[in-house]
């Protein structure tokens, strides 16, 4: 038969999975730094809780049973399982808890670029923390983490789905307009939105606002002109919160990547207050985003208030490599040939030992070495034997022994990533 991956799935060669891990390093090692514990959750979980906490997944997650008969489901995403592990392993422990992830992710869709079947994220979960501190250390936190990447162009856009709640409740109306115009919000199907505005029974200030807010993005400006609406609908104090986490970012030094966006949306129906997305020219689809979901741990019996985000690494990856940015992978530093395989083996002990990053060649003549070492980006040719580990020359021959003891990996004090024809002598 023919080797094929199913659809959506795809394998990751050794360069491409070597740039990804650097990737979710430099995320890990900010994640870290700002005092999150990483967490794992198994990678199954019980359909009915991941239901509980997110709602309807019909069509969006893999469903399977076990042999004693229940459904589970591959995790869609890892906020709820988080949350479910939060309200059980947790529970009972102060908090606040801040935990830190990177784990495959599995959801049906249509397999689009960057929307594969199977992914991988790197995010953190605030949990049992609340108010505009919170909010500004999650978005201040995405911020330093993207920025560690060596992205050069992104945006993080933030809104709040605080104020199409409050408008809704100000309009009076029946739920299924409701649903109406949050099912166009999150489609920002801004010609809907105008639409079901202009129904009859819908006040004229509500109408006014809903069809305005959704548009409204920019600066500290947004929020002023946002406010105006929201007050005539005697609702300004939903931007109260929202705007204290924007006075935060501006005192950390971040708001020069943040743009308000009240049309900003997330697919999940938990969010409750704020809500952002990582946004990079080119690609056309949000690298991340996250929000506010104070209402997922009491499904749990847990109730708890809790923000987040996610990163997809995949998509982080092709926007990076379309700004021309390589995540620093560590070069080889060496192959290293012999035909005494005991003595090639002792070799690579004492290269890795001493800090050397090696690929052994047994039985290859010096010519041969040479090539390999040159096509894998290392920066030497080695050949052991007769107690000595001795450098290659172009043209494979023995050149100078490595002194004893043995010096520094060539790579020591840097990570590039390996160029074909480099400069393996």
Not at 7 to 25: H, K, N, S, T, Y
Not at 63 to 92: H, N, Q, Y
Not at 116 to 141: C, H, K, M, N, Y
Not at 269 to 287: I, K, S
């Amino acid at each position: 038969m023919k080797p094929v991956t199913p659809r959506g799935f795809r394998d990751v060669l050794p360069q491409e999975a070597a740039e990804r891990e650097a990737a979710g390093a430099a995320l890990a090692a900010v994640f870290d730094a700002w005092g999150y514990g990483l967490v794992e959750t198994p990678v199954v979980e019980e359909y009915a809780v991941l239901e509980a906490g997110a709602g309807a997944l019909e069509g969006t997650a893999f469903r399977l049973f076990d042999s004693d008969g229940r459904l589970l489901a591959l995790r869609p995403e890892m906020t709820v399982p988080i949350a479910r592990m939060v309200a059980s392993r947790l529970k009972g422990e102060s908090g606040p808890h801040r935990v830190r992830y990177l784990a495959e992710v599995f959801r049906e869709q249509a397999s689009l670029r960057g929307q594969a079947r199977q992914f991988t994220q790197a995010g953190i979960e605030l949990v049992g923390a609340s108010g505009p501190a919170a909010d500004a250390e999650v978005v201040a936190l995405l911020i330093e983490a993207v920025a560690a990447t060596d992205l050069r162009e992104y945006t993080v856009a933030v809104g709040t789905v605080a104020v199409l709640s409050a408008l809704l409740d100000a309009s009076g109306a029946g739920e299924e307009w409701r649903e109406g115009v949050r099912t166009a919000a999150h489609d920002r199907n801004l010609v809907e939105i105008d639409r079901l505005a202009s129904v009859d029974g819908i006040p004229a200030d509500v109408a006014r606002a809903l069809s305005a807010v959704t548009r409204l993005r920019g600066g500290r400006g947004a929020i002023d002109k946002c406010r105006g609406y929201v007050a005539a609908c005697g609702c300004a104090a939903v931007l109260d919160d929202f705007e204290a986490t924007w006075e935060l970012l501006e005192a950390a030094g971040v708001a020069d990547r943040v743009t308000v966006d009240f049309g900003t949306m997330r697919s999940f129906d938990y969010y409750t207050g704020m809500v952002f997305e990582l946004l990079a020219p080119g690609l056309g689809l949000p690298l991340g985003g996250g929000g506010r979901y104070d209402g997922v741990l009491a499904a749990f019996g847990a109730p708890a208030p809790a923000a987040g985000f996610a990163i997809g690494i995949e998509r982080l990856h092709i926007a990076l490599a379309e700004q021309g940015v390589v995540p620093p992978v560590r070069r080889l530093d060496a192959v290293v040939c012999g035909d005494d395989a005991g003595e090639v083996f002792e070799a690579g002990a004492r290269l890795r030992a001493a800090g050397w990053r090696v690929r052994l060649a047994v039985g290859a003549r010096g010519a041969e070495t040479v090539t390999a070492a040159r096509d894998a980006g290392a920066f030497e040719a080695l050949r052991a034997g007769k107690g000595r580990i001795v450098r290659l020359d172009r043209a494979g021959e023995p050149a100078d022994p490595l002194p004893d003891p043995l010096p520094a990996s060539p790579a020591a004090g840097s990570v590039t990533a390996p160029v074909p024809g480099g400069d393996a002598r």
